[in-house]
């Protein structure tokens, strides 16, 4: 299983980059990415107790408000409407689907949502690797069609799930195509039931 490590950028703190590993739970700040990710990977040899070279695989996304909403994307992916030639982020701040209303239900409910940009074709296992038991994710693609396509990932513990019904986090699910979940779960969303996790070295 892969390690992922968000980097969150938020220039209105010291230290500006935070970062936080799943399923590792390694936890820090830098002011810079090359420090935060040197910071990061001292911090995981000395979580699994092995040396640089033995480290696992490594997916890092970086995070960031825009338009005053937390989006997360993995470091160099790049997101676009084919059908507009647009990027999705682009119609993401634009998009009238609800989207909005509902990070802002999500945070007024004490949870603290990020809209995670995805592609269509991603599996479901590519974002539930990279969640925490209280994340709210707010998985978006495009549709090819100008538009997005959304739903919420809950954690088990995650603020505002209150209602939502559950999804077993296993092999069905792990391989569902996000433009398959985000469809049959328009606005609703699931709160993820965790299988239970791969040992980490503490």
Known sequence: MAEHVIFRHDPDHQPQLAFR?????CAGGANTLAEARA???MCLCE???????????IVEHIEGLVGGMWVRTRVGAVHRDTSSDRMLLQILLTEQTGLHEEVARLAALGAE?????????????????????RDALVVAHSDDNGSVGWSVLYGSESSGSHGVPPAM?????RATPVATFTQACTSVGRVVQRRAAADIAS
Do not use: C, F, I
Request: aromatic fraction near 4%; hydrophobic fraction near 35%; avoid cysteine.
């Open 47 to 57: 979580r699994l107790h092995v040396d640089r070279r033995e480290l696992p695989p």
């Open 113 to 133: 949502p990020v809209v995670v940009l995805a592609e269509p074709d991603y599996v479901l296992e590519t974002l539930l690797d990279q969640m925490s038991t």
């Open 21 to 25: 590993g799943v399923p590792s739970g």
């Open 39 to 41: 910071s990061y990977r």
């Open 169 to 173: 986090d296993d092999e069905h699910l």
